[in-house]
């Protein structure tokens, strides 16, 4: 079904070369007294945000301005600014039409990033819908009204999988068949709205252009502020720096820097403005040199520079017992919701993501943009490292 979809819409927009293609290639504007484009990110000061306005204003040339748009803003990426890049903090909500309107309008280029990832029942579904899939769809909207061609979705692994049977995703790529089954909140609200950028591509703007989009599916970042890996290393020091090992080595997860998901927007954003009708309707998985291994597995290689250990070289938990604490878990957190909210890491679903392996095997992204990885896996793990071990809070 994903691979009709992105032909269907790529299709849209005409042969390389010819037809609508053509009419999507970009104009220069005129920008702050010079040449150049106005970049928009939404979710701008979040954990992958905040790596691509820094990205942008460091890396890509021909930007005049970059806009950070969130909910909550961090004064300090309103200071990367030079005398070249501009960068505008714009607070608003992106379930609201009128603030992402107002933050669209005059943007060459919309990197939509912001997201409420909860896989662990601590939002309402409710929101998770509001944010996800309304705010994708403000967007969206806001890009045709204000004549912004370039539309860049930030997606996610889980709008394929794991899904909910277990089924193993080997090396898997853009075009492989696999049954994605979800029942959750947060993996239908990315399925829904990566279909409904993908669907968008060719869609008139305003100006007599069409409507450019892709998505980028990272495959679990890792790296400098990530939520996660730090309340992992929080419950570890709960446990003196031991781990026990719950899962199998021989389970597998592709994994990738944050630094390099930031390089492959930028990329691709240069790309579909030279070949719209190459890369419009397109889905690509991020991927680079970060070793397959089980969650704990790789992990380790970050944390065993802290001094953690994981304990035993098969599960130490049987996996039944597991099962039993994440149901136990769901149940707790359902009985307990009308009086606060308990919702921790451990929950049927985490488990079976956790427990079923899904990896990709491609270079479509190398194929259609020229993407290499900026970062190697050496200085990606160097530099998430050092960040733990300098991060006050966390020593």
């Known amino acids: 079904e994903r691979t009709q979809a992105s032909g269907a819409a790529g299709r849209a927009l005409g042969p390389a070369g010819g037809g609508r293609g053509d009419r999507c290639r970009y104009i220069p504007r005129r920008h702050h007294g010079g040449w150049g484009q106005v970049y928009l990110v939404t979710g701008g000061c979040g954990f992958l945000g905040s790596h691509l306005v820094r990205m942008l204003v460091e890396r890509s040339p021909n930007v005049a301005e970059v806009r950070v748009f969130d909910l909550q803003l961090d004064p300090a990426l309103g200071q990367l600014g030079t005398g070249e890049v501009k960068v505008t903090l714009i ?16 943007a060459d280029v919309v990197i939509h990033a912001a997201s409420l990832v909860d896989v662990w029942g601590r939002v309402p579904p409710e929101k998770i819908t509001e944010v996800n899939v309304h705010g994708t769809k403000n967007v969206i909207d806001a890009c045709i009204e204000h004549g912004t061609q370039y539309l860049i979705y930030t997606s996610s692994m889980e709008v394929v999988g794991p899904n909910i049977k277990g089924d193993p995703f080997y090396r898997g790529n853009e075009d492989s068949a696999y049954d994605a089954q979800h029942e959750q909140p947060y993996p239908l609200s990315k399925a829904q709205a990566e279909r409904m950028v993908i669907e968008a591509n060719g869609t008139p703007v305003r100006g007599g252009r069409w409507l450019v989009t892709c998505a980028l599916r990272p495959t679990g970042i890792y790296g400098e502020k990530h939520p996660l890996m730090k309340e992992f290393y929080e419950k570890g020091l709960q446990t003196g720096r031991r781990l026990l090992r719950a899962i199998p080595v021989s389970t597998e997860h592709g994994r990738v820097y944050v630094g390099n998901v930031a390089w492959m927007h930028v990329l691709v954003a240069r790309q579909m403005q030279e070949a719209p009708a190459a890369i419009g309707g397109q889905v ?38 597991l099962r039993c604490l994440a149901l136990a878990n769901d149940l707790l957190r359902r009985l307990l919701r009308p009086f606060f909210s308990y919702a921790p890491l451990l929950n049927p679903y985490t488990l079976a993501v956790a ?18 990885p900026l970062y190697s896996w050496e200085e990606s793990r160097a530099r998430t490292v050092a960040w733990l071990q300098e991060e006050p809070t966390l020593l």
């Open 91 to 106: 607070l608003g909500d992106i379930s609201s039409p009128t603030d992402v309107g107002a933050a669209v309008k005059g």
């Open 284 to 321: 690509y998985f991020c991927y680079d040199a970060s070793p397959y291994k089980s969650y704990e597995d790789f992990n380790m290689e970050i944390l065993a520079s802290c001094g953690f250990r994981l304990l035993g070289s098969q599960p130490v938990v049987p996996h039944w017992l």
């Open 355 to 372: 427990s079923t392996t899904f990896t990709v095997q491609t270079d479509k992204a190398q194929r259609h943009f020229g993407y290499q």
